[in-house]
């Protein structure tokens, strides 16, 4: 069984570049080759949807060397894999607020949105100045400023107020490096997500990795607060 929709929190970079007695950003530097795989891996499979947790907004609060770094990677990867991303149909959009970002990140994320903007195959979502608490106070505003009656405000109303309009919830969020909590992400989409957390650490995560997720993931039981053997088909 593959889901549909993959979302992955990509942690542990700082800490094996650490082990490693190399600054964090190597750790960074490697972990792009991780979600080259994982990406590649996912339209081999036939995920239609994959959401990475690329940059938070918390993230603002890092040292200037690891955030430049982050934006000049982010740039490379984008321009890089751009003529990939058209030749698999794989479309990227953006969930977050990038009005923040350096014009060349800005500039290189409308280019390459712009450019995959046709494909239908995969959807790769970059979680870019993002975090769960404002993406639903966006949400909230958005049905504000519209001036909704109260009672059209339904979970599938709200739903597609939010970044991810259109898209299905994923089924399953990963989460690289032994941490187990949600850090702010996805908060309304994951509420009946499957978890799988491994103390992997991200720049070690191979497609290899992934697949053991899937193979977990394969005998879940998705009851959606339902009793008994009432299960997702």
């Not at 394969?218 to 053997?229: I, L, P, V």
């Amino acid at each position: 069984m593959i889901p549909q929709h993959i979302a992955v929190i990509m942690d542990g970079n700082g800490r094996w570049a650490k082990a490693r007695g190399m600054k964090r950003h190597e750790g960074h530097r490697v972990g792009v080759e991780s979600t080259r795989a994982v990406v590649t891996r996912c339209r081999e499979l036939g995920v239609r949807h994959l959401t990475l947790y690329t940059f938070s907004t918390e993230n603002w609060g890092r040292p200037e060397e690891e955030k430049r770094v982050l934006f000049d990677l982010l740039v490379r990867f984008l321009k890089g894999e751009l003529s990939t991303l058209v030749e698999q149909d794989i479309r990227l959009k953006v969930l977050g607020e990038v009005g923040r970002f350096p014009l060349a990140v800005r500039e290189t994320l409308r280019i390459a949105t712009n450019k995959t903007a046709h494909c239908s195959s995969m959807t790769l979502n970059l979680a870019l100045n993002y975090g769960g608490r404002d993406e639903i106070i966006h949400a909230v505003r958005k049905l504000a400023a519209e001036q909704r009656d109260p009672e059209s405000i339904t979970p599938e109303a709200f739903a597609d107020a939010l970044y991810t309009q259109g898209q299905p919830d994923p089924e399953l969020i990963i989460r690289t490096s032994g941490e187990q909590r949600l850090s702010n992400f996805l908060l309304w989409q994951a509420a009946y997500s499957e978890f799988y957390f491994t103390p992997t650490l991200w720049p070690d995560f191979t497609a290899e990795e992934l697949d053991k997720a899937l193979a977990e993931f394969s005998h879940r039981q998705r009851r959606f607060g339902k009793t008994g053997d009432q299960v997702e088909e």
